[in-house]
């Protein structure tokens, strides 16, 4: 396939990991600590996401892992609040299991991002998560062939 002079191709920038968290009990959030803020030098508005997730047991079809955002610097230095029970923030997607015990790798395309923010996720499998449980961000555009 060839695309025609001028024409919009998606441009990326280098993949980071946003999150890196032990075990997550079912029901709750990441935390502060598991969280490494995106601050990007463009204001890029897109990222494909990677879940890198493993369950136990057999995961219940239907369950899911929720991807949150937290923005930064909104006012100033002033931070919009860590994600919790009792504020949950921007809700960009939904992580869906596959219903299997194994290490899965969940893909969530064209999310909305923005310059500078963290990223949670709460579980909801209906189970503590096993091992490392990481969410990566990918960055693109749009840009002018």
């Known amino acids: 396939m060839t695309i025609n002079a001028g024409g919009a191709i998606a441009e990326e920038a280098l993949q980071v990991t946003v999150i890196s968290a032990g075990i997550i009990a079912n029901g709750t959030f990441s935390t502060e600590a598991q969280a490494a803020a995106l601050t990007l030098a463009d204001n890029v ?6 879940l ?6 057999l995961a219940t079809t ?5 991807l949150f955002r937290r923005d930064k610097n909104i006012d100033a230095a002033n931070h919009a ?11 960009i997607h939904s992580f869906m299991l ?3 015990g194994t290490q899965q790798f969940i893909s969530l395309p064209a999310i909305p991002i923005s310059k500078d923010a963290e990223y949670y996720i709460k579980n909801d499998t209906g189970l503590d998560t096993s091992g490392t449980t990481v969410v990566k961000l990918t960055p693109w555009t749009w840009n002018g062939k």
Do not use: C, M, Q
């Open 62 to 66: 239907g369950k899911a892992v929720h």
């Open 52 to 57: 890198d997730i493993t369950v136990p047991t």
């Open 81 to 91: 609040p860590v994600p919790g029970v009792n504020f949950e923030s921007i809700h």
């Open 45 to 50: 508005k897109l990222a494909d996401a990677v």
């Open 98 to 100: 596959n219903a299997v």
